[in-house]
């Protein structure tokens, strides 16, 4: 008998290919883009940097930062067609199926989407850093029945979102978290969106394919829309004294605890602690200080039971409904951060291009003979 192959289901453990995008090292915690930690980033750098660095490799110098937003900034506008197609989207329909629609359409207004070289690729992906938060600000207002928010140019990418959502920018302590939460979640190796995306351009499709790919891909709650369910986890326990309860029934009844557990981190998620201390920050700033009493509660009773780690979501969410922001914007926010690491990959991908396309063993029957039709009982 042949040697049965191994099968590695759900790619546990495979090592695809090469990146120099960023390294996730479970054994001791640790995130780097780069070479530089995630943490280092979060603390040092805006946002801007920061796609600067996933893209380019280097840091920007003050020079070309500047270029860069002034570029970034100048693209933020939609066409009036897309407008349109955002005010006619179903107003109940999730705003991450928003985008999926919204960034497959600009695909469709591109005049040459096809055309591979890097360069082109780049540009194209400054254009959706540009303007998904501009889709995401009409979509928010329209669905609550208020007039479209055009973008500013003075103002930094996570100011912009506030602007273009709520028509003001909030404290710079808000602001600051918010883009903390956009370094952290901006690039994490060949996590399942990250894949998708490459996966897509692999047959030379376009780089809007594999975006629009990869948003489908986080939408799931055991990718990026874990944060949002966190968030409604969190307000189903709704109170500090019952979190531990709460948690202990959850896991007699087999519960998946939304916001715990990694396929690659096993001993905890090295971008926790800096979410964590902005989540923190924000329930200072708001007075809402039940939500992390709730979450540590939460942590150390899974810890405790479980062995089980939470991970970033588990932070962002809380903090991002501290800052007043719609439960179902949580993963279009994250959407707004990592398009810059799936562009950085499948810009990496086309360069060094070859398609992926895994074996499957074969489970189903033996080989029989086709029963024409007008035989088949
Ligand atoms: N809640 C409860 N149990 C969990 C858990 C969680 N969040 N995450 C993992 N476990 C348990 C599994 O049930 C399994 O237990 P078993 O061995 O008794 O069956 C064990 O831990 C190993 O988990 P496994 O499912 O093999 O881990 P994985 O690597 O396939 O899954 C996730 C990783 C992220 C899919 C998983 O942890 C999960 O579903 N987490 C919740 C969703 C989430 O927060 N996603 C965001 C990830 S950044």
Same mark, same amino acid.
């Given at each position: 008998m042949a040697d049965e192959p191994i099968i590695h289901r759900g790619l546990d453990?495979?090592?695809v290919d090469t990146t120099r995008i960023s390294k996730v090292m479970p054994e001791i915690n640790a995130l780097v883009y780069s070479g530089y930690p995630v943490q280092d980033l979060a603390e040092h750098c805006k946002f801007e940097e920061v796609a600067w660095l996933l893209w380019h490799g280097e840091l920007p110098n003050a020079e070309q930062l500047a270029a860069f937003e002034v570029e970034e900034r100048g693209q933020r506008e939609l066409s009036a067609d897309l407008l349109a197609v955002i005010h006619k989207a179903p107003r109940r329909g999730h705003p991450m199926d928003l985008l999926r629609t919204a960034v497959s359409f600009l695909g469709m207004e591109d005049p040459a989407p096809e055309q591979e070289d890097a360069l082109k690729n780049l540009q194209r992906s400054i254009g959706l850093l540009a303007k998904i938060p501009t889709m995401l600000g009409a979509f928010y207002r329209a669905r609550k029945g208020q007039d479209f928010i055009a973008p500013r140019k003075d103002l930094s990418i996570s100011e912009n979102f506030f602007h273009v959502c709520f028509g003001r920018v909030p404290a710079p302590e808000v602001v600051r978290a918010f883009d903390v939460s956009l370094v952290l979640y901006a690039e994490h190796g060949f996590n399942a969106s990250t894949f998708t995306g490459r996966v897509v351009v692999s047959t030379l499709s376009d780089l809007y394919s594999g975006v629009t790919a990869a948003i489908g891909s986080l939408k799931g709650p055991l990718h990026g829309g874990a944060n949002e369910a966190v968030m409604r986890m969190l307000l189903e326990i709704g109170d500090p004294a019952r979190a531990r309860a709460w948690m202990l029934a959850a896991l007699a009844e087999k519960r998946k605890i939304m916001g715990f557990g990694h396929r690659v981190y096993k001993k905890g998620d090295s971008r926790c602690p800096t979410m964590r201390k902005y989540a923190v920050q924000m329930a200072d700033l708001t007075g809402q200080t039940k939500w992390m009493e709730m979450c540590d509660i939460l942590n150390d009773t899974m810890i405790q039971q479980k062995g089980i780690y939470p991970n970033l979501d588990f932070y962002s969410g809380p903090a991002y409904h501290m800052m007043g &922001? @719609? &439960? @179902?914007?949580f993963t279009p926010i994250f959407v707004m951060a990592r398009v810059t690491g799936w562009t950085a990959h499948i810009i990496e991908q086309l360069g060094a291009n070859r398609l992926i396309r895994p074996l499957s063993q074969y489970t189903g029957p033996g080989e029989r003979k086709v029963v024409p039709l007008i035989q088949r009982a």
């Open positions: 453990g495979v090592v &922001i @719609d &439960i @179902d914007m």
